[in-house]
């Protein structure tokens, strides 16, 4: 398993995960409003894991420019398609990982990672590659599921899935170990918070400041 079957397994499962509903609408509505609060008109974003676009076609009307990424070409063209329907100007969106984007494309004021983190294969190296797309003193801003705070079935169901090709590759890590890592990448957390409905599901909002 590599980036590249990563790639085809999101390559395969794009229009069905584009047609599935948001789990928790409420909870993704506070995601959001507490995001697009801390952009600014002028700030230069960049979206790491956008999928569709659901997000970014959001939140890039009130920022500068912003760049949306993922590693699924599928995932990309319908993100093409719905800014088709509904053009945002500052938007772009481009098939590539925070590895292979080219540094003179930033730096970034603000850097977002939602449902993105989990999903990485050398986290540490990631986090350390988001540091240097950021401006001095800009934000990362992440929302991850971690698996080793979730229920203990998912940790044995995942590795099974993934087997017979039913599941991408999955870090097992938790939220203190996410915040850890974090930090030890350059940054300072300004927020952990839960934006979940009811309970905590497992998916901390982090806020974090370039060193």
């Not at 494309?105 to 986290?123: K, S, T």
């Amino acid at each position: 398993m590599s980036t590249a079957s990563d790639a085809r397994f999101w390559d395969r499962t794009s229009r069905r995960y584009a047609k599935g509903a948001i789990v928790d609408p409420a909870g993704y509505a506070r995601t959001l409003d507490r995001t697009r609060a801390m952009l600014g008109p002028g700030d230069r974003v960049l979206e790491l894991g956008c999928g569709t676009g659901t997000t970014a076609l959001r939140l890039a009307a009130d920022v500068q420019s912003y760049l949306a990424t993922d590693i699924s070409a599928g995932m990309i063209a319908i993100a093409e398609e719905k800014r088709a329907a509904a053009p945002v100007p500052a938007l772009a969106f481009r098939t590539a990982t925070a590895e292979a984007l080219a540094p003179e494309v930033g730096p970034f004021d603000a850097v977002l990672g939602f449902n993105y983190l989990h999903l990485v294969r050398d986290l540490p190296g990631t986090l350390r590659r988001i540091h240097a797309l950021l401006a001095a003193e800009g934000l990362f801003i992440s929302k991850t599921p971690c698996v080793g705070d979730m229920n203990p079935l998912v940790r044995l169901v995942l590795p099974a899935m993934r087997a017979i090709g039913k599941a991408p590759y999955a870090g097992v890590f938790r939220a203190s170990e996410l915040r850890q890592l974090i930090c030890a990448a350059g940054f300072d957390i300004l927020a952990t918070e839960s934006h979940a409905t009811r309970g905590n599901h497992g998916r901390p909002y982090i806020v974090a400041r370039k060193r």
